[in-house]
């Protein structure tokens, strides 16, 4: 993927959107309250049927429209980069919110780790229940990950789509987004930018990801994306030695999706083509137990952060 030179200073943010006008004018003034502020702000609007677009042009974005109807996260942000000129980016979803520093804190990482090709921190997960967040978890690495990033980072995604700064010519080197992935494209993208030197990594909560009805976690439709990221490893060998690790994140991730929605027999496929058909039974269960451990206590902690952090709960209250 090419693009514009990106010489100068200052990142851009990229926002797809698709019919989601109120959660877009709170991701946009998140945005807007950052300690530094963004270049410019591009939104793609997919085809939305509602008034999405109007409210990126009154928050003062850029706003590009998908040309021939609806494309998916993947390409409504690959038409976006396209035209970012700045050295940094920054994508987020339509619904994320942003911590005032995240910006100035990842692009401080960035400055510090110049061989890093992005830099990324914490996001706290959370819910609006009967006017109310409620933390659902962390989203981060755990302990040990950081000693193999790439490999680490490829069994399991610990970056959160929300709280990531990029090099742009890094982006456009691995091709960007791809399009195979309707699911899980950050995780995707994640890996391969890994693979080009190791991220810097903050380790504050700086945004939030939303949980809410609308969010994306069909498991018929993320098995396939899963996949997509386990045949990462077919093209690059340092990641083979990951992919029972890799395998036995995908079981439990795809089974819990796919219980939460009753599908039983989901549930079950998933177990029988990810851990009883394949090889190294062992080590795939045992990193299934590993990161079936590992959810419930990043739920124990985001409860804690939770309940110390008074400015973050503050912030939060002030959001719809």
């Known amino acids: 993927m090419r693009g514009p030179d990106t010489s100068p200073a200052?990142?851009?943010?990229?926002?797809?959107?698709?019919?989601?006008?109120g959660m877009l004018a709170e991701t946009l003034r998140s945005v807007a309250a950052q300690t530094v502020q963004p270049a410019e702000v591009i939104v793609v609007d997919d085809?939305?049927?509602d008034d999405s677009a109007s409210v990126a042009e009154r928050a003062g974005a850029t706003v590009l429209r998908t040309p021939a109807g609806p494309v998916g996260p993947s390409a409504a942000?690959?038409?976006?980069?396209?035209?970012?000129?700045?050295?940094?980016?920054?994508?987020?979803?339509?619904?994320?919110?942003?911590l005032p520093r995240m910006l100035e804190r990842?692009?401080?990482a960035l400055r510090e780790s110049p061989e890093s090709p992005f830099a990324f921190a914490?996001?706290?997960?959370?819910?609006?229940?009967?006017?109310?967040?409620?933390?659902?978890?962390?989203?981060?690495?755990?302990?040990?990950?950081?000693e193999h990033p790439l490999g680490a980072l490829y069994a399991r995604n610990f970056v959160p789509s929300c709280a990531v700064v990029a090099r742009t010519a890094a982006v456009r080197e691995v091709g960007a987004y791809s399009l195979a992935s309707w699911f899980m494209e950050d995780h995707h993208?994640?890996?391969?930018?890994?693979?080009?030197?190791?991220?810097?990594?903050?380790p504050e909560i700086l945004s939030v990801y939303r949980e809410h009805p609308g969010n994306r976690h069909d498991p018929v439709r993320m098995r396939a994306a899963t996949e997509a990221i386990t045949d990462l490893a077919a093209d690059d060998p340092r990641l083979r030695e990951f992919v029972p690790e890799r395998r036995g994140t995908q079981f439990v991730d795809l089974a819990t999706a796919a219980l939460r929605r009753r599908q039983p027999i989901t549930a079950a496929r998933a177990a029988w083509a990810l851990v009883l058909k394949e090889g190294q039974r062992r080590r795939t269960l045992a990193a299934a137990v590993r990161h079936w451990r590992g959810r419930r206590r990043t739920a124990d902690a985001a409860l804690e952060e939770w309940r110390a952090d008074t400015e973050l709960r503050a912030l939060l209250a002030s959001y719809r």
Do not use: H, M, Q, Y
Request: net charge neutral; proline share 5%.
């Open 189 to 202: 993208l994640w890996v391969r930018l890994a693979g080009l030197g190791v991220p810097a990594f903050v």
């Open 122 to 146: 914490r996001a706290l997960i959370a819910s609006r229940e009967a006017g109310e967040w409620r933390p659902r978890g962390v989203i981060g690495p755990r302990e040990g990950e950081l």
């Open 47 to 49: 085809g939305s049927s």
């Open 10 to 21: 200052g990142v851009s943010v990229v926002i797809p959107v698709k019919d989601r006008a």
């Open 77 to 98: 942000r690959n038409l976006a980069l396209e035209g970012v000129r700045t050295e940094l980016v920054c994508a987020l979803d339509s619904d994320d919110l942003l």
């Open 106 to 108: 990842l692009a401080a």
